[in-house]
């Protein structure tokens, strides 16, 4: 009796699962469909391009998965549309709150920024990558020993009140020339890698856009996602995981 009861659980399961591979994922597909369009009406192919093409291709390729009868590859693929579609949103949202702000406060700060920065450091290179004598020993000045790490919260882009304390300590050793750095973003290991490297590169952006505001050179600053890859902290809790969601600064 126990043999039996137990094949026929065993038989429930295979059954079950054969049913998953070969369902199509109707509601995945409009739930992701639904995520475009509503992206659209926020202005994502305008403010979040690259996140909301990214959103199109994976919902076309859930739809050529279909076609396929793939309706396991299809399910993934209408999921990271979702996602990313949902992404390219809050952009395209945080983009648009951000113009309606003005843009001539922006540009105020950075004449106001521009205006304090000393003069008479012609002999810097700027925005080429290259230190000069000059700046490998501005690098060495007391304001370039503890460049902080800014920190994010969950799914989130946007910086917060400690972080942006965070940016204008090392901002004390941006000033102080005209040396390039990159801006790495960082995710925790939830949600798609697809999702994630977006997220990061958000992420570096934002912090990217302060400091412009604040004055410093764009050419100056380059941006790169990790992604989830290169996590500090490796448990699976929220200790660890806001280790995770970060951007760092490093000079080059």
């Not at 043999?3 to 992701?32: G, K, N, Y």
């Not at 008479?120 to 000069?132: A, I, R």
């Not at 501005?138 to 919260?153: A, G």
Request: net charge negative; proline share 2%; charged share 30%.
């Amino acid at each position: 009796m126990f043999l039996r009861r137990s094949f026929f659980i065993t038989l429930l399961f295979v059954c079950a699962f054969a049913v998953s591979c070969t369902h199509v994922p109707t509601d995945e597909m409009e739930e992701a469909r639904l995520a475009l369009k509503d992206a659209a009406k926020k202005g994502a192919p305008t403010y979040a391009s690259k996140e909301y093409e990214s959103a199109q291709e994976e919902y076309d390729k859930a739809n050529n998965s279909i076609a396929e009868q793939n309706y396991e590859k299809a399910y993934k693929h209408a999921k990271n549309a979702t996602e990313l579609a949902y992404l390219a949103r809050r952009i395209a949202e945080e983009k648009a709150k951000q113009d309606k702000a003005g843009a001539e406060e922006k540009v105020s700060l950075r004449e106001d920024e521009q205006a304090k920065k000393p003069v008479g450091n012609d002999t810097l290179s700027e925005g080429e990558g290259v230190l000069s004598a000059e700046a490998a020993e501005i690098l060495s000045h007391s304001e370039c020993k503890d460049i902080k790490t800014i920190y994010f919260d969950f799914d989130q882009f946007s910086l917060r009140p400690d972080a942006i304390q965070a940016v204008q300590v090392n901002l004390a050793c941006i000033k102080l020339g005209e040396f390039t750095f990159s801006l790495e973003g960082h995710c925790d290991e939830r949600g798609s890698n697809e999702y994630n490297l977006a997220l990061g590169k958000r992420r570096a952006e934002s912090v990217r856009d302060y400091l412009i505001q604040m004055g410093i050179n764009q050419k100056r600053i380059e941006t790169v996602s990790f992604g989830e890859e290169k996590p500090v902290a490796l448990g699976k809790n929220e200790t660890a995981w806001a280790q995770n969601r970060r951007v760092e600064f490093i000079i080059k």
